[in-house]
């Protein structure tokens, strides 16, 4: 698929070592991720993938520049427990230099797309209190602000408050 001059396609486990190098990027640049990068190594990223692409209600979407992938986005229902199968979680992240152009939100959009197209009636997503940009790109996709976890990261010598937000789509009695 084609995105604002962008590639976005699944991933595959012969990506395991660009998203490693992305993984790394975002979380030395960006301390809204919730891994340093010392606890991040190629070996735990290539099982992860092969892990991920085994399961169903899975979806794992890179975002590729001139050939380089420079984001990523996964979505995944909490389908362990009967009771839970309806919800969906969202996750993306992209290298600082190839933010601020809207490709989050479109991303992001992707993602709600998905998982309602595969049958979620709830989608989540989570992100630091002053990650602004990822919460205005929520809101914009109709997530509202559903509760705060008080010193949830501890980020060098403060501790940060996560907020989750969400959206409920499909036909149910009552949505909220």
């Not at 427990?81 to 230099?97: F, N, S």
């Not at 976890?149 to 969400?166: H, L, M, P």
């Amino acid at each position: 698929m084609e995105l604002d001059g962008y590639v976005v396609r699944q991933a595959f486990p012969e990506d395991a070592e660009a998203l490693y190098k992305v993984r790394i990027e975002v979380a030395k640049h960006c301390d809204t991720v919730l891994s340093t990068p010392e606890e991040i190594s190629l070996e735990s990223i290539r099982t992860w993938i092969e892990d991920w692409l085994k399961r169903d209600k899975r979806l794992f979407l890179v975002l590729e520049h001139e050939g380089e992938i420079v984001g990523q986005l996964w979505v995944w229902f909490y389908d362990s427990k009967e009771k839970l199968k309806h919800v969906a979680e969202i996750g993306l992240e992209i290298v600082p230099r190839h933010q601020g152009k809207g490709l989050g939100k479109k991303l992001f959009k992707i993602g709600v797309d998905w998982a309602e197209e595969n049958g979620a009636v709830r989608i989540q997503a989570e992100t630091l209190e002053r990650n602004i940009a990822v919460i205005k790109i929520m809101e914009e996709c109709g997530f509202k602000l559903e509760g705060k976890r008080y010193a949830f990261v501890k980020n060098g010598d403060r501790y940060e408050n996560a907020v989750s937000y969400y959206k409920i789509v499909g036909d149910i009695s009552e949505k909220e």
